[in-house]
């Protein structure tokens, strides 16, 4: 079983500020890092260091080609990650602050250049029963997730960054749905402070047919399935450098496990780990913890 994730790929401009920016305001940054990352990105790592089998598909350019040499040393299958010459590479804008917050401006750029015919010689490699992991920063999404479940796969999507397009999705399509609290009550239509129980009962009357996981930060997580009801999970307890890639690193994590037959419970506990470590450390892609550090 393989896991092909159709995805981001952004260069990542990251400044440390003692706070983030407010309107109107102009601080001085104590630092600036310039770093591969992307939701796609990071989670294709993330579910390479977690032990997957996994393949990333999608567009940079020329100015950012050398993050797929990059996917491609950390052992992501990068057959199908091009190479645009008329577009810029996405890249997003990252302020950092004294507690490990961000604020992210995001520019697509040739992750919002994929065509219909990408897609299609993608999934020509689908098999019944793989995987297909999707964020919301690519331009044809609900072309993937339509391909992809014809295909036999089945479709994990991170509705990242929210916005109402989401609706205009075939979300029946999707079997995983993992978002944090701002995504989870997007899709739900309720306000953020919603209690995680509530926002799960609409998403779960919604989706009947779905797993739902919503990561709540130092409130840990919670999942529900249909055959199990709500499943709890504990967040460890860590000083927090950068959150940038906390949620994919999760997102990897979880379904790694799954794939390789881990109970929901288990999976959730070492989705809950890696997030843990990959908090304290500063970047993104390079926060992401090797599965060898969570057994040790």
């Known amino acids: 079983m393989k896991i092909i994730n159709f995805g981001s790929l952004n260069v990542d401009y990251v400044y440390r500020l003692d706070h ?15 770093n591969p990352g992307g939701k796609g990105s990071n989670q294709s790592v993330a579910l390479k260091r977690a032990g997957a089998d996994v393949w990333h598909a999608g567009m940079l350019g020329e100015d950012t080609a050398w993050m797929r040499e990059r996917l491609e040393r950390e052992g992501v299958d990068v057959r199908h990650v091009l190479i645009s010459k008329e577009i810029h590479g996405g890249h997003a804008i990252i302020q950092v602050d004294a507690n490990g917050q961000n604020s992210i401006v995001l520019f697509g750029g040739a992750n919002q250049a994929i065509s219909a015919a990408q897609v299609e010689h993608v999934l020509m490699n689908a098999e019944q029963g793989d995987w297909l992991v999707l964020q919301n920063e690519i331009n044809v999404t609900a072309d993937v997730m339509v391909a992809g479940k014809a295909a036999g796969m089945k479709v994990c999507f991170n509705p990242a960054p929210f916005d109402e397009g989401v609706f205009n999705y075939p979300l029946d399509c999707v079997d995983l749905f993992i978002l944090n609290e701002h995504e989870a009550a997007g899709l739900a239509r309720k306000p953020v402070e919603t209690a995680p129980e509530e926002l799960v009962a609409t998403l779960s009357a919604a989706y009947p047919n779905a797993m739902i996981c919503v990561t709540l930060g130092e409130a840990g997580s919670v999942l529900w399935t249909a055959a199990t009801g709500l499943i709890r999970q504990k967040a460890y307890p860590v000083q927090a450098v950068d959150t940038t890639a906390a949620g994919d690193t999760f997102t990897g994590y979880f379904l790694a496990e799954l794939t390789r037959g881990a109970s ?33």
């Open 20 to 34: 983030i920016v407010k309107p109107g305001e102009t601080l001085a940054s104590s630092e600036m890092q310039v």
């Open 264 to 296: 929901l419970a288990a999976a959730l506990d070492m989705a809950s780990r890696a997030s843990a470590i990959a908090v304290t450390r500063p970047g993104a892609l390079d926060s992401i913890p090797y599965l060898q550090e969570l057994k040790a």
